[in-house]
Antibody, heavy 115, light 106 residues
């Protein structure tokens, strides 16, 4: 059974940083691209970033480019999202999702940016 | 960036109805189109990938069609558990983009 478990969210002040994690199980992690998708309160889904299985290539939405960094540790079956220079508009539930087609999703972790 | 436009934004229906949601891409995306269902407070769930392939475990009442720029999601014989928000998403090219969502209400 595929499982994705995000953690690392919380309340952070504007300009602050967080590192989100997503621990995967139930599939061969290193062979799958992974994505982060976020959802602001009461809003729709926004794709944030993706990384291929080897970790060699990454992709970002323009809204986060230069502030967010996606990475993965295939030895630990873990996906990361380092988020810096946080803004109020980054407040959202952050989900990790498996594969290009986003076949499976985690339960999400809430990031709140507020002073 | 490829823009995804869903219609309608909201839809009222009754148990037993058959409904169709459409999704239009601003440029051709072949069949790199997925559909997701999201219930309040829950993570999205994948229903369809490749425009028409049903995810494992998803009931056959859900069906998808289309290619290029125009796509549809059809749900037959609506049940109470089907009332949710539905999103389309293109994965033809980065940045991936979602439709704005269609809220299916009783």
């Amino acid at each position: 059974e595929v499982q994705l478990l995000e953690s690392g969210g919380g309340l952070v002040q504007p300009g602050g940083s967080l590192r989100l994690s997503c621990v995967a199980s139930g599939f061969t992690f290193s062979s799958r691209a992974m994505s982060w998708v976020r959802q602001a309160p009461g809003k729709g889904l926004e794709w944030v970033s993706a990384i291929i299985g080897t970790g060699g290539t990454t992709y970002y939405a323009d809204s986060v480019k230069g502030r967010f960094t996606i990475s993965r540790d295939n030895s630990k079956n873990t996906l990361y999202l380092q988020i810096n220079s946080l803004r109020a508009e980054d407040t959202a539930v952050y989900y990790c999702a498996m594969s290009f087609e986003m076949d499976y999703w985690g339960q999400g972790t809430l990031v709140t940016v507020s002073s | 960036d490829i823009q995804m436009t869903q219609s309608p934004s909201s839809l009222s229906a009754s148990v037993g109805d058959r409904v169709t949601i459409t999704c239009r891409a601003s440029q051709g995306i072949s069949n790199y189109l997925a559909w997701f269902q999201q219930k309040p407070g829950k993570a999205p769930k994948s229903l369809i990938y490749g425009a028409s392939s049903l995810q494992s475990g998803v009931p056959s009442k859900f069906s998808g069609s289309g290619s290029g720029t125009d796509f549809t999601l059809t749900i037959s014989s609506l049940q109470p558990e089907d009332f949710a928000t539905y999103y389309c998403q293109q994965y033809n090219s980065y940045p991936y983009t979602f439709g704005q969502g269609t809220k299916l209400e009783i």
